[in-house]
């Protein structure tokens, strides 16, 4: 089974900061956290990830509270291409288990 | 980042009949790739992991004589879906770890393959 929460859906207008929250309540200290997402039809496309330490890269950001207990994805300034299903997974064992993730719609 | 590729893209095929996909990584090696399906509106589901050299670690559930996957190189695994029947209609999608970036342990996905069987 998944170890993390996420709500099932979220809209964001385009332009706008989309934050997408993450719960991982169980996560080991030694666990990453994983980001991906899934536009319709295709594989999922990696993003980030991160263990502790907050991280940033090109496509967006990554926030770790300091309990590791949570974590939100930034997407500084979403476009209408931002629209897919958001994964927030964790490293299980080297295995990558998906959960129902986030359905973001960006709209105009 | 990494390139992983499938191949096909998309397949229809006779009930009864077998079907083979392949992974491929085609910028690095990789000792260990993954094999998921999904189904509409649901999410991925790990079928099995593939090891170069070695047999198949398939999750709870699925029938390894019926998802055949063989991983005889660094670079390319094949999953094989035998005697398939409608219900095994879906999207297959591989993916595969860079063997030296295993600290970092990001996987990178295949396009996918969508498997009708009529």
């Known amino acids: 089974d998944a170890k993390t929460t996420q709500p099932p859906s979220m809209d964001c207008a385009e332009g706008r900061a989309a934050n997408l929250p993450c719960n991982h309540s169980?996560?080991?200290?030694?666990?990453?956290v994983y980001w991906y997402r899934q536009i319709h039809s295709q594989g999922p496309q990696y993003i980030i990830h991160?263990?502790?330490n907050n991280e940033t890269n090109e496509m967006a950001s990554l926030i770790i509270t300091e309990d590791r207990k949570s974590s939100t994805l930034i997407l500084p300034h979403a476009t209408l291409r931002d629209t897919a299903v958001y994964y927030c997974?964790?490293?299980?064992?080297?295995?990558?288990?998906f959960g129902q993730g986030t359905e973001l719609s960006v709209k105009p | 980042g990494a390139v992983v590729s499938q191949h096909p893209s998309w397949v229809i095929c006779k009930s009864g009949t077998s079907v083979k996909i392949e992974c491929r990584s085609l910028?690095?090696?990789?000792?260990?790739m993954f094999w998921y399906r999904q189904f509409p509106k649901q999410s991925l589901m790990l079928m099995a992991t593939?090891?170069?050299?070695?047999?198949?670690?398939?999750e709870q559930g699925v029938e390894k004589d019926k998802f055949l996957i063989n991983h005889a190189s660094l670079t390319l695994s094949t999953l094989t879906v035998t005697s398939a029947h409608p219900e095994d209609s879906s999207f297959y999608i591989c993916?595969?770890?860079?063997?030296?970036?295993?600290?970092?342990?990001?996987?990178?996905f295949g396009e996918g393959s969508r498997l009708t069987v009529l």
């Open positions: 910028d690095f090696q990789a000792t260990t």
């Open positions: 169980t996560i080991s200290g030694n666990e990453y």
């Open positions: 593939s090891n170069e050299g070695s047999k198949a670690t398939y």
């Open positions: 997974i964790v490293n299980q064992g080297g295995k990558l288990i």
């Open positions: 993916s595969a770890r860079d063997h030296r970036r295993l600290a970092a342990g990001e996987l990178f």
């Open positions: 991160g263990l502790k």
